[in-house]
Nanobody, 120 residues
Framework: QVQLVESGGGLVQAGGSLRLSCTAS????????MGWYRQSPGQRRELVAN???????NYADSVKDRFTISRDNAKNTIYLQMNSLKPEDTAVYYC??????????????WGQGTQVTVSS
């Protein structure tokens, strides 16, 4: 069984920073892309950023130049450094990973979500 455990959410004032972490554990043979999504009430879940095993990154336009995604493959962990936070960044942030538990068959997993609230 595979689990994604997130941490680092919380309440911060506009202009502040937070760092999210997500660690995968379980019967893991390898992890392909990992990423962060977010969902606010009444909105669809949207991609924030993702990172390939080799380190290539992709960001939503709304967070470019403010957020940085990184990963530590040895620890099966990704991070999201969020700077210059805005009230519109308020959402539940979900970790996502494509994990290989059996050769040739990657499966998509989701974390339980962590709340980020930015006050104005």
């Amino acid at each position: 069984q595979v689990q994604l455990v997130e941490s680092g959410g919380g309440l911060v004032q506009a202009g502040g920073s937070l760092r999210l972490s997500c660690t995968a554990s379980g019967s893991i043979l390898g992890i392909n892309a990992m990423g962060w999504y977010r969902q606010s009430p009444g909105q669809r879940r949207e991609l924030v950023a993702n990172i390939a095993f080799g380190g290539n990154t992709n960001y939503a336009d709304s967070v470019k130049d403010r957020f940085t995604i990184s990963r530590d493959n040895a620890k099966n962990t990704i991070y999201l450094q969020m700077n210059s936070l805005k009230p519109e960044d308020t959402a539940v942030y979900y970790c996502n990973a494509h994990i290989v538990t059996f050769p040739g068959f990657p499966t998509e997993y989701w974390g339980q979500g962590t709340q980020v609230t930015v006050s104005s």
